[in-house]
């Protein structure tokens, strides 16, 4: 352990200040802008880590059993319900994609008009 005691905060502070001092005006600004790009480049990291969306959990569907006496009219009447809550579901995906795809446009549009 006695390798650790010879580190001193104090002596490192006082250590970079004279390193600092020996240093042209040139190459401070270099060290400040490559400072300065890699605190943006970790800030950018640490946002986009807390920007994390949940797992994508699929959706079950249960198979139904009916019993072997059903007449067709209760067949038809299912069907029909049936039917009415697909419609529901098609016309929200179709929202959805709706939305993306708006999204999408928009990013497109900005990068047409940067000539990209």
Do not use: C, H
């Amino acid at each position: 352990m006695s390798f650790l005691t010879r580190f001193s905060p104090l002596r490192a502070v006082r250590d970079l200040r004279v390193f600092l001092a020996q240093r042209g005006k040139y190459e401070l600004m270099f060290f400040a802008t490559a400072m300065a790009i890699t605190g943006v480049v970790l800030f950018a990291f640490l946002r986009d880590a807390n920007d994390i969306r949940p797992a994508y959990q699929p959706t079950i569907i249960y198979v139904e059993q009916w019993p072997l006496s059903r007449t067709d009219a209760q067949i038809r009447a299912q069907q029909k319900i049936d039917q009415f809550d697909k419609e529901k579901r098609i016309a929200e995906q179709k929202a959805e994609q709706a939305k993306l795809r708006a999204q999408y446009k928009k990013i497109d549009d900005r990068l047409k008009a940067m000539g990209i």
